[in-house]
């Protein structure tokens, strides 16, 4: 059994001796999976084999109970009441099932829906589709230069009377972390419900403000755990419900098991890796912004998820940077899902900085499998790439 109680290079367990290493800085698209959660899923396909929808035998009731006893779990470590968890083959796919519960429940006219300008694309997408089939009226709330919603919008947009809260615990490119307390409260004042999209944040800051809201989405992919399982917390409509099964199917028993043993994992482990981590970022962070002239350091610097640093060069466009480092380094210039989608990625349009900063932006995710030795190392590499090439670009 490999061990990696505190950090681990992610290189050491997934790269044999010999093979060309890349340093793996892109744990903001996703993590890798811890090697214990790797070996409970794998118990779990054996020893599991009944569908959970088959009550007629013991098999099928078996699977239904480790259903149960993972969605207990979840709702355990996210301080949640609710008594209903929906696991799903990813977060994008309970963003979308939220969003057809929320028009499920408005009867005899589209559902009104606010959702902030920085919402992961697989929601805004949903959004969209569905406002152009005439099902939604579609709200987008402005936000701030660290892609925190804007304040004084949010409060206009709810007091015209809205039916769902679309907003994300923290952003997936910059790593803001968002005043959900505040937010949950102004949307109780006007009795709204809110989903909120732990996908970034569930396993790495503490859910506790996510505990009053409506629905709450998180994801095996960004918390060390499988890659397509993710699970939509909170009572469904039974319409919701039952398109749920017809799309999705029979839950995938060892999936669910497994989300719920990482984000276990994460309750227990997070602290001392979020610190380490934090440390790793504010290092690297100084060690670029000595090295490269005028760099801009992108989000909220005081409250960022740990592992996360998002930077803009004047010197060249992101996609050169990261082509600089291919083979090297791995980072990216935005959300996985927009890779090679050409100009800046939709969170950093939604932020009032500079067009150089959008269009330079390099976004870099620090994980708990990363050495101090490689980040060190990524460092320097990161440096000389986002350095001025020749001719510098110019900037205003």
């Not at 968002?178 to 937010?183: C, N, V």
């Not at 790495?204 to 809201?213: H, K, N, P, V, W």
């Amino acid at each position: 059994m490999i061990r990696c109680l505190v950090s681990c290079s992610v290189s050491n367990i997934f790269f044999k001796a010999g093979d060309d290493l890349t340093i793996y800085l892109d744990n903001m698209a996703s993590t890798p999976i811890d090697p214990r959660v790797a070996m409970r899923h794998g118990h779990a396909m054996t020893e599991y084999p009944g569908n959970a929808h088959s009550s007629e035998h013991v098999f099928g009731v078996e699977a239904q109970e480790a259903i149960d006893s993972a969605a207990e779990t979840l709702l355990r470590l996210l301080h949640s009441d609710a008594d209903s968890v929906t696991f799903t083959p990813g977060a994008s796919a309970a963003l979308w099932l939220a969003v057809e519960d929320a028009i499920a429940r408005t009867v005899g006219r589209p559902a009104h829906i606010a959702a902030t300008a920085v919402e992961h694309p697989a929601l805004l997408g949903a959004l969209r589709r569905a406002e152009r089939e005439g099902r939604i009226h579609l709200t987008i709330i402005a936000v701030d230069e660290t892609a925190a919603p804007r304040a004084d919008v949010l409060e206009v947009a709810l007091a015209a009377g809205v039916d769902l809260l679309c907003t994300m615990a923290a952003n997936n490119e910059v790593g803001t972390i968002t005043d959900l307390a505040a937010i949950s409260t102004l949307a109780a004042r006007y009795g709204i419900r809110h989903l909120i999209d732990a996908s970034q944040a569930a396993g790495r800051i503490d859910m506790l403000d996510t505990a009053s809201a409506d629905l709450v989405v998180i994801s095996g992919a960004k918390a060390y755990g499988p890659r397509r399982a993710g699970a939509l917390v909170g009572k469904l409509c039974s319409h919701a419900a039952n398109l749920a099964h017809e799309v999705f199917g029979s839950p995938d028993v060892p999936a669910a098991i497994a989300l719920a043993f990482a984000m276990e994992l994460r309750a227990a482990e997070r602290k001392i890796d979020e610190a380490r981590l934090a440390g790793l970022r504010d290092a690297l962070q100084a060690h670029l912004q000595a090295a490269v002239p005028d760099l801009r350091v992108n989000g909220a610097a005081g409250f960022r998820l740990a592992g996360s640093l998002h930077v803009s060069t004047p010197h060249l466009s992101g996609d050169a940077a990261v082509a600089r480092l291919w083979g090297r380094v791995a980072v990216s210039t935005g959300a996985a899902c927009q890779s090679g989608v050409p100009g800046p990625s939709h969170v950093l349009s939604a932020m009032a900085i500079p067009e150089w900063a959008k269009e330079g932006a390099v976004r870099i995710g620090i994980g708990r499998f990363n050495t101090e030795d490689e980040v060190a190392q990524a460092g320097e590499l990161i440096a000389a790439a986002l350095k001025p090439a020749a001719p510098a670009r110019r900037y205003a």
